[in-house]
Each structure stands twice: as C-alpha cells, then as structure tokens.
C-alpha cells in the first residue's frame, strides 16, 4: 500500500504543474517554446536518473533509493513554493524529474518484488490515476484556494514527509548486494529474453508519451486559443479525461488477453486522436472532453498491453534496469517531440503545430496495429 502511494504521489505531483502553466506564462511572460522547455526538463532529468540510478536499487536495496528521491521531491516542492520566475520553474521540474526517475525504477521494481501480477498492474495504473489526481487537485487548489501558485507544492511537502516517514516502518524486499558503485555506469540493459517484446511494442508505447506530453505541457493553451474559453477546470479536465480513463480502461482490460488489450487500445487511440483533432480544428471543447476520455482508454490499454508483454520478463536481479530502459523510451516520446512541437507553435501556431503532431501520432498508432496483427499472424 505505501509503495503504490508513493508511486501515485510521485506521478501526481509530476502534473500538478500543467493547469498553473497558463498562470505562469500570463505573470512571468515567457512563450511557448519556453513553457515546453519546462516541461521537457522534468522528462530529460528523468532519463538521467533512469541512466544512473536505475539499477541502483538492485543493490543497495529499495528503501535507501526512495528514501534519497523523496528527500530531492522535498527540495524540488521546495524550489516551486519560492519560484519567481521560469528558471526557477525549470530548476526545480530538474530536481522533480531526477527523484521521479529515482523513485519510478525504486518504488516499480519493489512492487514487483512483492507481487509480480498485482505489481504489474499497479506499475501501469499508478501514473494514469496519479497524473489524473495531480492535473485536478491542482485545479481546484488554484480555484478554491489562495496562493494559486504554491499551495499546491505545500500539500505536496506534507504528503511527502509522511510518506519519508512511513518508509522506514517497511521492510525491504530485496536483499542488497555488491555492485552499487558499477551500477552508477549508464548502460542500457534489456535481457535477451525481453527484446523483441520491446521492440514490438515501442511504436505504440512512444505514439502513447507523444500524446501524454501533449496534454500536460501544450493542451491547457490548445484549448485556451481554440475555444476562447478561459476557465481552469476545462484545462485540467481534459488531462484527467485522459489520464483518470487510461486507469478505467487498465482495470476493465487487466483479464483480457495481451493481444486483445494492445488491438482494442490501439484502435482507442487512433479513434480518440480523429476526435480530439475534429474538436481542435471546430473549437468544440465537448469533442475535446470526448475525444479525450477515447483516447484515454487507449492511452491505458496500450500501456497495460506494453508492460504486461515486456517487465514480467526479467528476472527479479534485472527488474530495475528493464523498468529503466522502458522508461527511457517512453520519457524520450514523452519530452523531445514535446519541444519540437513546441517549436513549430511559435513559427506556424498552435492549430497547425497540433495538427502536425496528431497527425504524426496516428500514423504511429496504425503502424503498431498493423505490426501487432503480423507478430500475432507469424506465432
């Protein structure tokens, strides 16, 4: 219970900043280039605590690794309540995403430790309910209460000392054993046993994090400027419309085959993209809201189906640093096309820059249909 508590609060505190963006933006003054470039920092300081620290736990056991990252979350929370201007925003998603790596690996590789199916499931659930959990709370905090732009982090300080502190009332779930300075070396590790099951599952994984990346750093603007209507809980919404049915459409499709769970996912995404894009393209934000909770069951299900066909593959010394490496793909689709994207909205706007990416997105999401009906055809 406190690991998947921990791994929710992480997750939650990871999109408590996509509603307050617009809030940043209209008191600081930066552009949309900018604001992904904060976005992107928290995925790229994730990549490098996956790179180093991922295997870290392996080693020198779970409690110390999430100990350490949730003591940089506490600075991190720390640097967002003082921030005042968007470097300051930037340093801190650094210092976020670097503990979220740490604790994803940690907290992930315990659960499995634990319980490999539940873990599983719970490794899949927990980023969609606590992405969903973050993007609200964060927006009625900003409605309800004062301090729009640090309340927020001062809750999350609370939860994460009494998560620090409830930690060491635990026990460890794996024995430690040398190697802890070696596994500090960035080095890719996929066994042999899980490779093709990664490589098949990569293109929907990847168009899955494009559209994740989407939502928490552009969407709340994209809405903003194609609706023209300016209330928080529509940008906040629309994130946990996708986000809150990604962790439904996991609980429905957890007794379906992997097969089933990938096909009916991906047809998901693809069908929620064609709605999303038509609401963008009409201004129409219940096309929005209804495109969202579409794609939302395919941003769930393909999740699931990827991390039901890859993690329970490793051996119990290996979990860590295969939930690394898978983390690393799905961060990299998650941040880099995120700032691309962000790129072409300052030269062409907005509408035509989400366009152009949606477009690239469902061309991945049929090119994963088609490459799982000929996996499935070939066994």
């Given at each position: 219970?406190?690991h998947?508590?921990?791994l929710?609060?992480?997750?939650?505190?990871?999109?408590?900043?996509?509603?307050?963006?617009?809030?940043?933006?209209?008191?600081w003054?930066?552009?949309s280039?900018?604001?992904?470039?904060?976005?992107?920092?928290y995925a790229?300081?994730?990549?490098?605590?996956?790179?180093?620290?991922g295997?870290?736990?392996?080693?020198?056991?779970?409690?110390p690794?999430?100990s350490?990252?949730?003591?940089?979350?506490?600075l991190?929370?720390?640097c967002?309540?003082?921030?005042?201007?968007?470097?300051?925003l930037?340093?801190?998603?650094?210092?976020?995403?670097?503990?979220?790596?740490?604790a994803?690996a940690a907290?992930?590789?315990?659960l499995?430790d634990?319980?490999?199916?539940?873990?599983?499931?719970?490794?899949?659930?927990?980023?969609?309910?606590?992405?969903?959990?973050g993007?609200?709370?964060?927006?009625?905090?900003?409605?309800?209460?004062?301090?729009?732009l640090?309340?927020v982090y001062?809750v999350?300080?609370?939860?994460?000392?009494v998560?620090?502190?409830?930690?060491?009332?635990?026990?460890?779930?794996?024995?430690?054993?040398?190697?802890a300075?070696?596994s500090?070396?960035?080095?890719?590790?996929?066994?042999?046993?899980a490779?093709?099951?990664?490589?098949s599952?990569s293109p929907v994984?990847?168009?899955?994090?494009m559209?994740g990346?989407?939502?928490?750093?552009?969407?709340?603007?994209?809405?903003?400027?194609?609706?023209?209507?300016n209330?928080?809980?529509?940008?906040?919404?629309?994130?946990?419309?996708?986000?809150?049915?990604?962790?439904i459409?996991?609980?429905?499709?957890r007794k379906?085959?992997?097969?089933?769970?990938?096909?009916?996912?991906?047809v998901?995404l693809?069908?929620?993209?064609?709605?999303?894009?038509?609401?963008?393209?009409?201004?129409?934000?219940?096309?929005?809201?209804c495109g969202s909770?579409?794609?939302?069951?395919?941003?769930?299900?393909?999740?699931?189906?990827?991390v039901?066909?890859?993690?329970?593959?490793a051996?119990?010394?290996?979990?860590?640093?295969?939930?690394?490496?898978?983390?690393?793909?799905?961060?990299?689709?998650?941040?880099?096309p995120?700032?691309?994207?962000?790129y072409?909205?300052?030269?062409?706007?907005?509408?035509?820059?989400?366009?152009?990416?949606?477009?690239?997105?469902?061309?991945?999401?049929?090119?994963?249909?088609?490459?799982?009906?000929?996996?499935t055809?070939?066994?």
């Amino acid at each position: 219970m406190l690991h998947s508590s921990t791994l929710i609060a992480f997750l939650a505190a990871s999109s408590a900043p996509t509603p307050l963006y617009r809030l940043y933006q209209q008191q600081w003054g930066f552009s949309s280039t900018l604001l992904t470039v904060v976005f992107a920092a928290y995925a790229l300081a994730l990549l490098l605590a996956l790179l180093v620290t991922g295997r870290l736990s392996d080693h020198v056991g779970r409690r110390p690794v999430i100990s350490l990252s949730l003591a940089l979350q506490l600075l991190a929370m720390a640097c967002f309540v003082y921030a005042d201007g968007a470097y300051w925003l930037v340093a801190a998603r650094v210092v976020q995403g670097f503990a979220t790596g740490m604790a994803t690996a940690a907290v992930g590789a315990a659960l499995l430790d634990l319980d490999r199916e539940r873990g599983t499931l719970i490794n899949s659930i927990a980023p969609m309910a606590g992405m969903a959990a973050g993007a609200l709370g964060s927006t009625a905090l900003m409605v309800f209460a004062p301090w729009p732009l640090r309340t927020v982090y001062g809750v999350f300080l609370g939860i994460f000392l009494v998560l620090l502190a409830l930690l060491w009332l635990t026990p460890e779930t794996t024995a430690p054993r040398p190697g802890a300075w070696a596994s500090l070396k960035p080095r890719i590790t996929v066994p042999l046993q899980a490779r093709k099951a990664l490589l098949s599952i990569s293109p929907v994984n990847v168009a899955v994090w494009m559209l994740g990346g989407f939502y928490l750093s552009l969407m709340p603007s994209l809405i903003v400027t194609v609706t023209k209507l300016n209330t928080p809980w529509l940008g906040g919404g629309v994130v946990a419309a996708l986000t809150l049915t990604g962790a439904i459409a996991i609980l429905i499709a957890r007794k379906l085959s992997t097969f089933a769970t990938l096909l009916s996912g991906e047809v998901a995404l693809g069908l929620g993209l064609g709605v999303i894009l038509w609401g963008v393209n009409q201004g129409h934000a219940a096309l929005l809201l209804c495109g969202s909770v579409i794609a939302g069951f395919g941003f769930g299900a393909s999740f699931l189906g990827a991390v039901r066909s890859v993690l329970p593959l490793a051996q119990p010394h290996e979990r860590a640093g295969l939930m690394g490496v898978f983390y690393i793909e799905s961060y990299l689709a998650n941040s880099v096309p995120t700032i691309a994207v962000g790129y072409l909205a300052q030269r062409t706007g907005l509408l035509v820059a989400a366009n152009v990416y949606g477009v690239a997105i469902t061309v991945l999401t049929i090119f994963a249909v088609v490459l799982l009906c000929l996996r499935t055809r070939k066994h």
